[in-house]
């Protein structure tokens, strides 16, 4: 009896020490991902509790933590069986912002200034519904699409009854600026507002080419950052980030502690977090996918004005609410920098109008937004990348998606997040989920396969 009380407490030692060593650490990332995520689905989009604990959390690690709304104050707690609670606040305008006991909730802050365009154009340069005449509830059939075909695709992007394998939330199919496909989960609609993940790089690099247009910025000098002035990493340029190219050491791996995670889920400020990095690499040959380099981008892009509010502005009235995407939200940090790494929201459609503007070179109903040369400068791969990566969207230019165009390129978020243009087709397919796991191939070659060209 003696020698197995012994071997269990030997047994108990070493879960205490492993939990003590790996977990514990872990904590503070489980219960501040859980509390961000439940304020910003609770008070952007409306989720209940449930919705969110079942659905956007139910992830390993991060369905351990408890989680407690303040609808009156605005605020979500969360903590992991009582140890490492964490906080995120809502306010109108900015979202949800994860904060640290430091941080002043009672502090004035800016909000963006919106501009609600309206019209009587239907979608997509305006709210009205497209013209619904014909049974199938479109308004326009096209003699080369195989409706059969494409109704097929999409019914089968998502789970049948009972099911949580895909875990599709919205698909829309758009081609020649008209809907031809559209499907929702059970619970989510056209006005649900569903997180991008890193889809929301793609549109912070765009600013970049709007300021380019507006001849306020040259992509191809140096990046102003004053902590590289003495040193090789002076030489990185704004094109370097922007392809994911500078050679600064980052490590992005969300399944533990690393870079990434303590940048979105411990920083005050997300765009310092790449600028201490050294150089492990050779600027524009060194490619390495790293959610530090586009918070460091938000960070050039607040020194290119004069205040606070005006970069706010900016990131709206040239962009977001120019092309209609009202719903459009980007959370920004205890700083005030927006997230230009993860955390922009929008409806399905809105995410699809930020597609249409890349299929149509940057021209949005009449007015050139950035010049057509920017879809190209993005569209192209860079050094090392294998045609995988261009500026700030992903490629199918190395034949990622076999059944796909190889000219397809592509807005990508974690968990099969993705707005997919393909300018061979003028076509552009939304789908919004919470699988990686999902048949991208399969269902994008069947959405293509059934138009043709």
């Given at each position: 009896m003696k020698k197995i009380l012994k071997i269990f407490a030997v047994l108990l030692l070493i879960a205490l020490i492993y939990l003590r060593i790996e977990i514990y650490p872990q904590l503070d990332l489980i219960s501040g991902f859980s509390a961000k995520?439940?304020?910003?689905?609770?008070?952007?989009?409306?989720?209940?509790?449930?919705?969110?604990?079942?659905?956007?959390?139910?992830?390993?690690?991060?369905?351990?933590?408890?989680?407690?709304?303040?609808?009156?104050?605005?605020?979500?707690?969360?903590?992991?069986?009582?140890?490492?609670?964490?906080?995120?606040?809502?306010?109108?305008?900015?979202?949800?912002?994860?904060?640290?006991?430091?941080?002043?909730?009672?502090?004035?802050?800016?909000?963006?200034?919106?501009?609600?365009?309206?019209?009587?154009?239907?979608?997509?340069?305006?709210?009205?519904?497209?013209?619904?005449?014909?049974?199938?509830?479109?308004?326009?059939?096209?003699?080369?699409?195989?409706?059969?075909?494409?109704?097929?695709?999409?019914?089968?992007?998502?789970?049948?009854?009972?099911?949580?394998?895909?875990?599709?939330?919205?698909?829309?199919?758009?081609?020649?600026?008209?809907?031809?496909?559209?499907?929702?989960?059970?619970?989510?609609?056209?006005?649900?507002?569903?997180?991008?993940?890193?889809?929301?790089?793609?549109?912070?690099?765009?600013?970049?080419?709007?300021?380019?247009?507006?001849?306020?910025?040259?992509?191809?000098?140096?990046?102003?950052?004053?902590?590289?002035?003495?040193?090789?990493?002076?030489?990185?340029?704004?094109?370097?980030?922007?392809?994911?190219?500078?050679?600064?050491?980052?490590?992005?791996?969300?399944?533990?502690?690393?870079?990434?995670?303590?940048?979105?889920?411990?920083?005050?400020?997300?765009?310092?977090?790449?600028?201490?990095?050294?150089l492990v690499g050779k600027p524009n040959n060194s490619w390495n996918y790293s959610s530090g380099t586009t918070n460091l981008l938000s960070g050039i892009l607040r020194k290119q004005f004069k205040t606070h509010q005006d970069y706010l502005d900016f990131w709206y009235s040239t962009l977001i609410d120019k092309i209609g995407m009202h719903s459009a939200l980007t959370e920004v940090d205890m700083k005030g920098n927006f997230v230009g790494s993860s955390y922009g929201w929008a409806t399905t459609r809105d995410w699809a109008k930020f597609g249409l503007l890349y299929l149509h070179k940057g021209n949005w109903n009449g007015e050139q937004l950035f010049d057509e040369s920017w879809a190209k400068y993005v569209a192209t791969p860079t050094n090392g990348s294998n045609g995988k990566y261009g500026a700030h969207f992903w490629l199918n230019a190395g034949g990622r998606f076999p059944n796909a165009p190889k000219d397809m390129f592509y807005a990508s978020g974690y968990q099969g997040q993705m707005v997919a243009i393909f300018p061979s087709h003028d076509l552009v397919i939304v789908r919004m989920g919470l699988s990686e796991e999902f048949d991208f191939n399969g269902f994008l070659g069947g959405v293509v396969g059934s138009i043709k060209n």
């Open positions: 995520s439940v304020a910003s689905g609770h008070f952007i989009d409306g989720r209940s509790l449930e919705t969110i604990q079942q659905g956007d959390n139910d992830i390993d690690k991060i369905d351990w933590a408890t989680n407690k709304i303040d609808e009156k104050q605005r605020f979500v707690t969360s903590s992991v069986y009582g140890l490492k609670t964490r906080k995120a606040t809502y306010r109108e305008g900015l979202g949800a912002t994860l904060i640290n006991d430091d941080y002043d909730v009672s502090k004035p802050y800016n909000v963006p200034k919106r501009n609600f365009i309206k019209n009587d154009l239907p979608f997509p340069y305006g709210e009205k519904e497209q013209k619904a005449s014909l049974p199938n509830g479109l308004d326009t059939v096209f003699a080369n699409i195989d409706y059969a075909k494409l109704n097929a695709a999409v019914e089968n992007a998502f789970d049948k009854k009972g099911e949580k394998n895909k875990r599709t939330r919205s698909i829309i199919v758009i081609y020649k600026d008209k809907i031809i496909a559209e499907k929702y989960a059970d619970g989510f609609n056209k006005n649900s507002k569903i997180l991008g993940w890193s889809m929301t790089k793609s549109l912070t690099a765009t600013y970049f080419g709007i300021l380019q247009k507006q001849g306020k910025l040259d992509i191809m000098k140096p990046a102003p950052i004053g902590e590289w002035q003495n040193d090789e990493r002076k030489k990185i340029t704004i094109n370097d980030l922007l392809h994911m190219n500078s050679g600064l050491e980052w490590e992005e791996d969300y399944g533990k502690i690393s870079d990434v995670t303590k940048m979105l889920f411990i920083a005050e400020d997300m765009t310092q977090s790449q600028i201490d990095k050294p």
